[in-house]
Antibody
Framework: EVQLVQSGTEVKKPGESLKISCKTS????????IGWVRQMPGKGLEWMGI????????RYKPSFQGQVTVSADKSISTVYLQWSSLKASDTAVYYC?????????????WGQGTLVTVSS | DIGMTQSPLSLPVTPGEPASISCRSS???????????LDWYLQKPGQSPQLLIY???NRASGVPDRFSGSGSGTNFTLKISRVEAEDVGIYYC?????????FGGGTRVDIK
């Protein structure tokens, strides 16, 4: 069964760096786009960035360009989301999500979510 | 970006009764193969979203047949034939035409 297992809850201070992970299994990691979705407290879902691990093609929504880095490690089938300097407004739940890529870009598998709290 | 608009924002429902949610896109989601790439997701309280409907009208694996999707182009509808208590949560439509999908704002469904 396909699984996306995310790293655990993080509590950080403004200005700190952070890297969260999404370990995948039971599918060909290099054959699907996979990305990160932000859900701020009480709000809806927003795509941040996506990566195709097969060739490392990485794309960002304009509002997140330069604010985060999406990367992948093919050797361990894991995708990462990284901040160099967190802000309080980064407080949210972050989901990794696999794009099916057949008949459109539906999300067929989701991670369980990682809660990131940024507070002084 | 393709804009997605859902209505209503909130939908109180009675168990056993039908329910309907609408979604409109700012541009056509119709692909050259005749399919419209519009998905519906349900986010139950405290959980990750789950795929209910893809390509406007196809139920995802394991989704009960009380859920159905319809529409083409820019106007879409999700219908629940008889609402059950486990159907509460936030429903999102999402355009799956572009490599960067876009979600609607969500419709909160709860029991009256």
């Amino acid at each position: 069964e396909v699984q996306l297992v995310q790293s655990g809850t993080e509590v950080k201070k403004p200005g700190e760096s952070l890297k969260i992970s999404c370990k995948t299994s039971e599918y060909s990691f290099t054959s699907y786009w996979i990305g990160w979705v932000r859900q701020m407290p009480g709000k809806g879902l927003e795509w941040m960035g996506i990566i195709f691990p097969g060739d490392s093609d990485t794309r960002y929504k304009p509002s997140f360009q330069g604010q985060v880095t999406v990367s992948a490690d093919k050797s361990i089938s894991t995708v990462y989301l990284q901040w160099s300097s967190l802000k309080a407004s980064d407080t949210a739940v972050y989901y990794c999500a696999r794009l099916r890529g057949i008949d459109g870009y539906s999300v067929d598998y989701w991670g369980q979510g990682t809660l990131v709290t940024v507070s002084s | 970006d393709i804009g997605m608009t859902q209505s209503p924002l909130s939908l109180p429902v009675t168990p056993g009764e039908p329910a309907s949610i609408s979604c409109r896109s700012s541009q056509s989601l119709l692909y050259s193969n005749g399919k419209s790439f519009l998905d519906w997701y349900l986010q139950k309280p405290g959980q990750s979203p789950q795929l209910l409907i893809y390509s406007s009208s196809n139920r995802a694996s394991g989704v009960p047949d009380r859920f159905s999707g319809s529409g083409s182009g820019t106007n879409f509808t999700l219908k629940i034939s008889r609402v059950e208590a486990e159907d509460v949560g936030i429903y999102y439509c999402m355009q799956a035409l572009q490599i960067f999908p876009t979600f609607g704002g969500g419709t909160r469904v709860d029991i009256k």
